[in-house]
Nanobody
Framework: QVQLVESGGGLVQAGGSLRLSCAASGIIFRLNGMGWYRQAPGKQRELVATITIGGTTNYADFVKGRFTISRDNAKNTVYLQMNSLKPEDTAVYYC????????WGQGTQVTVSS
């Protein structure tokens, strides 16, 4: 059974930092490119950052230079280090593979106050 469990969200002031984690089970993690997605209230889910099997990373323009995605295949976990947070980063953050076709987890809420 495939399961994605996100954690690490919280309430932070603008300019602050958070580190999100996503633990995956039920998949051969090292064979999956992974991504972080987010969904703000009233908006569609959007792709934030991706990391390939080989470790190549890509970022949406709105997080470039502020967020860093990484992975630990030994722990079946993908991370998102978020620095210089802005109120517009407020959303529920999810992880999934690059196709977004794994069952979605519950996400982790990130709230950035101004």
């Amino acid at each position: 059974q495939v399961q994605l469990v996100e954690s690490g969200g919280g309430l932070v002031q603008a300019g602050g930092s958070l580190r999100l984690s996503c633990a995956a089970s039920g998949i051969i993690f090292r064979l999956n490119g992974m991504g972080w997605y987010r969904q703000a209230p009233g908006k569609q889910r959007e792709l934030v950052a991706t990391i390939t099997i080989g470790g190549t990373t890509n970022y949406a323009d709105f997080v470039k230079g502020r967020f860093t995605i990484s992975r630990d295949n030994a722990k079946n976990t993908v991370y998102l280090q978020m620095n210089s947070l802005k109120p517009e980063d407020t959303a529920v953050y999810y992880c999934n593979n690059l196709n977004g076709r794994l069952p979605w987890g519950q996400g982790t809420q990130v709230t950035v106050s101004s």
